[in-house]
């Protein structure tokens, strides 16, 4: 009895240690998952944190030198790496959205093209008409514009006065340049310059210059700030011309693409060789987007500290324009977590906030660059890659938006407007608040995706209810910094849109799937395939799979 009692205790110590074992390794097991999820969570979320960190080193680094007063090449310098960083991007906007353009409207037949493009520009023309009514109320509200800081303002940043005699182009002028660029006479000229329309003054007798009549007495003194020619002679008459400026004219090469894009996807098999060089371009430069992402750092932190560097009075200006800023930001704020998680909720019945959080790389990348074309590369790979945003989608809408949609455009242009007609002790009627709306959605969809192109339209919206245009220079001072806050709102404007529409389209995207996929049969055939050394057929495309299998007739046993 005692040598089983022995036993059994032995065997109940032994069971205990093996619990506690057990136990001890379970722990060790449940530490291990819980480092690896973190960790997991530092690298998936690496490039974000890393571009953080360079918007915040460069304000540091900003504001830590600027009582040094430092000399203008230390300037050059501190900025150089943000404008290799810059011309990097530039570099790889062209191919990007060409490749992106004709690969994508090539996988999808005319008809669904037509009908993504439809709720495309619907969608933009909602929601920066959304963006304008935001701002004119916020403004009419607020009530940003006090007449006391323009007398303070004036004395130093009024410089350019020829904004009172020369004559700025209407809002019928910016809709036809619109049109002249949608539809380029020359495909290469619009790679490098765009259409625009100037007025220049002519005087009923004397030589001609530019297409216009000139005075041999007058003499003309050009502003190079404004692109403007400032007369000594007050009763000019005035007349426009058209005339290229340099920038390429993307409003062309996206309807080109679109285009021949289009009629590439219904030409069969005869344009797949041509459809998989734009999809290799295509993957070819979201590689270079992935090798430069690494660079966003440095390049970020240059970008914001020449900036902040380089500004004259930044304690001044803010604090004279404070409210003006806080209208403009408020309104952003309300656009990006209020009307945009609404309408992604009410379409896809998601979580939008989550969506929201996947764009945080490039939404700092657009704060820090101010242009939205910048940052498309990096747009492109939160959307294909970390959102699972349909490519061919993707490829069709944000291309499309970066030139067309400017929500962030729209709100500035109204709150700007009211803001300077405030200033003036303007009263706005009932009739020229819906006008500042009308303006500021139709010039917001004729902006060039370049940083600061919202300055001149706001010269359109001021014309048209007649408020005093000079007055408009006193936004140059801050329009660094708000040109960053809205651009925010134009890259998301994109890729909600994206999301959208994908949501939409899904019936339509199904059905081509399943049309491409009987349609490889016909890609198939005969011809396009040779014999392989064992008599057998093989396919001569690459990446592809033969559909039309050969089945061997059974051998009868009789």
């Not at 000399?71 to 062209?94: C, H, N, Q, T, W």
């Not at 200033?423 to 009627?429: G, W």
């Not at 608040?433 to 995706?449: D, E, G, H």
Request: glycine fraction near 6%; proline fraction near 3%.
């Amino acid at each position: 009895m005692c040598l089983v009692h022995e036993m059994a205790q032995s065997q109940q110590s032994f069971l205990k240690q093996e619990a506690g074992h057990l136990s001890r390794e379970d722990t060790l097991l449940k530490m291990a998952d819980h480092r690896s999820s973190w960790s997991r969570v530092l690298a998936d979320n690496k490039l974000i944190l890393i571009t953080l960190s360079g918007v915040l080193l460069g304000v540091i680094i900003g504001f830590t030198f600027r009582p040094l007063g430092l000399s203008s090449d230390s300037l050059m310098l501190i900025a150089y790496p943000g404008e290799l960083f810059m011309r990097v991007l530039k570099l790889m906007i062209l191919p990007l959205v060409i490749a992106s353009l004709i690969s994508g409207s090539s996988s999808l037949n005319a008809k669904l093209n037509g009908k993504i493009a439809l709720r495309t520009f619907v969608y933009f023309l909602t929601t920066s008409l959304l963006n304008a009514i935001l701002g004119t109320t916020l403004a009419l509200i607020i009530h940003p514009g006090n007449p006391t800081s323009s007398d303070a303002l004036h004395t130093d940043l009024l410089r350019d006065t020829s904004l009172n005699k020369a004559k700025t182009v209407s809002l019928m002028d910016s809709v036809l340049d619109l049109g002249r660029n949608i539809f380029p006479d020359n495909i290469f000229q619009a790679a490098l310059q765009q259409a625009h329309t100037v007025y220049v003054p002519k005087e009923p007798s004397g030589a001609l210059v530019n297409g216009t009549e000139l005075s041999q007495t007058s003499t003309p003194v050009t502003s190079t700030s404004a692109n403007l020619v400032d007369w000594s002679e007050q009763n000019v008459e005035w007349t426009r011309i058209v005339e290229y400026r340099s920038g390429t004219n993307s409003l062309g090469i996206v309807f080109f693409c679109l285009v021949f894009g289009t009629l590439l996807g219904t030409i069969g098999r005869k344009g797949y060789v041509v459809v998989q060089f734009f999809s290799a371009i295509f993957d070819v430069i979201m590689k270079m987007v992935t090798g430069v992402m690494w660079l966003t750092p440095i390049g970020i932190s240059s970008v914001i500290a020449g900036k902040i560097l380089s500004v004259d009075d930044i304690g001044f200006v803010m604090t004279q324009l404070a409210w003006f800023i806080f209208t403009i930001a408020l309104g952003v704020f309300l656009y990006q977590w209020v009307i945009l998680q609404a309408i992604y909720f009410v379409f896809l019945r998601k979580n939008p906030f989550r969506f929201y959080l996947g764009l945080v790389q490039p939404i700092l990348t657009g704060f820090a660059t101010a242009s939205t074309a910048a940052a498309l590369p990096l747009t492109f790979r939160c959307m294909n890659e970390r959102l699972k945003i349909d490519s061919r989608i993707t490829r069709f809408v944000l291309p499309i938006g970066c030139n067309i949609n400017m929500d962030g455009t729209a709100l500035f242009i109204a709150v700007a407007s009211i803001f300077i007609a405030q200033m003036s002790n303007m009263t706005l009627n009932v009739g020229q608040v819906v006008t500042v709306i009308l303006t500021s959605t139709a010039a917001s969809m004729s902006s060039a995706s370049i940083p600061s192109a919202a300055l001149v339209l706001l010269l359109i919206a001021l014309s048209a209810i007649d408020a005093p245009i000079n007055n408009a220079t006193l936004l140059f001072a801050i329009d660094w910094f708000v040109d960053r806050i809205r651009t925010t709102n134009n890259l998301l404007g994109d890729c909600y849109a994206a999301a959208v529409v994908e949501h939409l389209s899904r019936n339509e995207l199904k059905i081509s799937d399943i049309d491409a996929y009987y349609k490889d049969d016909d890609v198939t055939s005969d011809d396009q395939c040779e014999e392989d050394v064992n008599g057998k057929r093989k396919l001569s495309f690459p990446n592809s799979v033969i559909l039309n299998v050969e089945v061997s007739t059974p051998v009868s046993n009789t």
